[in-house]
């Protein structure tokens, strides 16, 4: 149980053009979902929480206009990076939480990450 | 504000040896969770092991177990039986215990299994 999917699972685009990267619970609903970025030996840097139904909390310093974040259903957000350059590329993952009240309720489960490179 | 270290940023074993990974953390919480993730090369992130605060008992999965001592604000992760495929990026992550709350996560320790 937990599985979280993320589609597409890589993407090359041009400069200047819109990205939508899809993150769904598989086998759960879930009332608040993720979206991380990773860049190359780091760690998971936290872009915004998104709750079904009401708009995305972003965290400092990530532009809400750049990365549009929806999430209409209890089982998926997305992900829209908008007019995306090179330096918007990177490695971006979901990760979904099952609602409180269950025995794991709090974890986080990943989804297996969207390459984005921007040329 | 919470702080997770991970004091060990690269370690290697040989295969079937016994490996420990070090976290500690900074709270002012009583009650929360902490998480070891492991991220192997595909960098899909796998939860490990997740360890509720107010249970004195440590977790254990198989092959790893977490020494857990709340005093001191330490969640060590004990890997067993080290095999190939424990190879991984090992991410120590805290979470508080009120409602969906962000993850705080380490910078990570890179573990290599040697054959």
């Known amino acids: 149980g937990a599985v979280v999917s993320q589609h597409p699972s890589w993407v090359i685009c041009k400069s200047g053009t819109s990205v939508k990267i899809e993150c769904r619970s598989l086998d759960f609903q879930a009332t608040t979902m993720f979206w991380y970025r990773q860049f190359p030996k780091q760690s998971l840097m936290l872009m915004a929480t998104s709750n079904e139904g009401s708009k995305a909390t972003y965290e400092q310093g990530v532009e809400k206009d750049k990365f549009l974040i929806n999430h209409a259903s209890l089982t998926l957000s997305t992900l829209t990076v908008t007019s995306a350059h090179p330096e918007d590329s990177s490695f971006y993952i979901c990760?979904?939480?099952?609602?409180?009240?269950?025995?794991?309720?709090?974890?986080?489960?990943f989804g297996p990450g969207t390459r984005l490179l921007v040329l | 504000a919470q702080t997770v270290t991970q004091s060990q940023p690269e370690m290697s074993v040989q295969e079937a040896e016994t490996v420990t990974l070090s976290c500690t953390y900074d709270t002012s919480e009583n009650n929360y969770y902490l998480f070891w993730y492991k991220q192997p090369p595909s960098r899909q992130m796998i939860l490990v092991i997740r360890?509720?605060?107010?249970?004195?008992q440590n977790a254990t999965e198989n092959r790893f177990s977490v020494n857990f001592q709340k005093a001191a604000k330490s969640f060590s992760l004990k890997i067993s039986d080290s095999q190939l495929g424990d190879t991984a990026m090992y991410f120590c992550a805290f979470l508080p215990d009120f409602g969906n709350e962000k993850l705080t996560f380490g910078t990570g320790t890179r573990l290599t299994i040697i054959p």
């Open positions: 990760s979904a939480t099952p609602p409180t009240g269950r025995p794991t309720s709090g974890t986080q489960y």
């Open positions: 360890q509720e605060a107010y249970k004195q």
